[in-house]
Structure formats: C-alpha cells, structure tokens
T-cell receptor, first 115, second 113 residues
Framework: GENVEQHPSTLSVQEGDSAVIKCTYS??????FPWYKQELGKRPQLIID?????GEKKDQRIAVTLNKTAKHFSLHITETQPEDSAVYFC??????????????FGRGTSLIVHP | SAVISQKPSRDICQRGTSLTIQCQVD?????MFWYRQQPGQSLTLIAT?????????ESGFVIDKFPISRPNLTFSTLTVSNMSPEDSSIYLC??????????FGEGSRLTVL
C-alpha cells in the first residue's frame, strides 16, 4: 500500500517568514495530492491540492509543488501570519479518477507562527 | 463542497457500552470513510463504508468492534462497541466524490470512563 512520510513534525517560524513542509510517497499510482489544515478543535479543511499532471499550483500565499520522478511534494506558505498556526496534513491518493480510492495521510506538521 | 452533519459532537460513556455515530451528507457521494484521531495525532483510517455491502476495514480494526452501516449514498453510521478507555478519541466521518477530494465532518469526541 501507499506510505506517506511528512517532515518536519514541528515547524516554528517568525511572522512574515516562509514555511515549507515536505512529503514523500511510495506508490507511483498516486495521482492526487491534497493538503489539509486543522486548527485546534476543528475539522481538517482542504486548503490546496495538486494532480499529477501539474508541477506547481499557487493560491495567494500558499503553493504546492510536485516532483513525480522523486515522489515528493511540498507545501509552501509565504508571509506567514499567526492565523496560519495549525497542524497541516499532506495526503496521497492513488487512482483518484472517478473510481474508488483509499487516501493515505502524513503524520502532520504542527506549524507555529510567532508574532 | 459537501455539507456533512455528524452527531453526536461529543459524548461521555461508561466502559462496556456502545455508541453509534451518525454521518449525514447533503448530497450523494461516492466515498465515505471513518477515521480516528487521537489528540495531537494523525488521521487513522478505520474503514471505508460501502453502500449496500460490508465495510472494508483497515488493519487493526474489526467489524465486531466497529460495525459500520451505509444504507444509501448520503448516510453512514459507525458504532464503537464494548467501549474501553482506550477508545477515547475523536471519530471523523469523511466523504469524497471519487476524484480524490475529501471533506470532513466536525468530528465526534468520545470519552470513555
């Protein structure tokens, strides 16, 4: 089955700095890579995603990059703000093309943005 | 995105009892999953709820302990049976349309005394 490794487990930055979270996956059949943000006591929320036919995707201060050859993808947050503080989860999903699939999540990264 | 209603949002139960968690979606969805999340931990997949057939359980989870129903494309239940304090956790319903996107319910925080 799929295995997703996520690093670092904790990331502490100063407000305004950039933050990068990295994930690697093992199953070459994975073709969809979402990122979730989970604030304390809340449900995980999808913040950005990328499919295997794209190398990079950006949405305001958030971007995701994908290297299929190396089987890794990364979340980039620029100009971090205290409200970015949360736990971030990456996931890899094989065969996400209209059929059934099983998502595999990373272990999460606790991002702390200091004012 | 789908609107997911999960209940109860929290409950305190006595050991040895059972609790059923409900997940209702406002539209038909292809995939429904049940996750467990310990405080500060990642999301552990319990099972995939299959419409009209037995759920598909992940390693370490069995039907006798976590029976799941999915009578249609908008509703599923997870029962935590014969509870012990080790079952204290947050249980999350998740739905997807088949192209990978997942949306989560608010979660059910279970405490077993």
């Amino acid at each position: 089955g799929e295995n997703v490794e996520q690093h670092p487990s904790t990331l502490s930055v100063q407000e305004g700095d950039s933050a990068v979270i990295k994930c690697t996956y093992s199953d070459s059949a994975s073709n969809y890579f979402p990122w979730y943000k989970q604030e304390l006591g809340k449900r995980p929320q999808l913040i950005i995603d990328i499919r295997s036919n794209v190398g990079e995707k950006k949405d305001q201060r958030i971007a995701v990059t994908l290297n299929k050859t190396a089987k890794h993808f990364s979340l980039h947050i620029t100009e971090t703000q205290p409200e970015d503080s949360a736990v971030y989860f990456c996931a890899a999903i094989p065969h996400a093309s209209g059929g059934s699939y099983i998502p595999t999540f990373g272990r999460g990264t606790s991002l702390i943005v200091h004012p | 995105s789908a609107v997911i209603s999960q209940k109860p949002s929290r409950d305190i139960c006595q050991r040895g009892t059972s609790l059923t968690i409900q997940c209702q979606v406002d539209s038909q969805v292809t995939m429904m999953f049940w996750y467990r999340q310990q405080p500060g931990q990642s999301l552990t997949l319990i099972a995939t709820a299959n419409q009209g057939s037995e759920a598909t359980y992940e390693s370490g989870f069995v039907i006798d302990k976590f029976p799941i129903s999915r009578p249609n494309l908008t509703f599923s239940t997870l029962t935590v049976s014969n509870m012990s304090p080790e079952d204290s956790s947050i249980y999350l319903c998740s739905v997807g349309q088949g192209y990978g996107e997942l949306f989560f319910g608010e979660g059910s925080r279970l405490t077993v005394l």
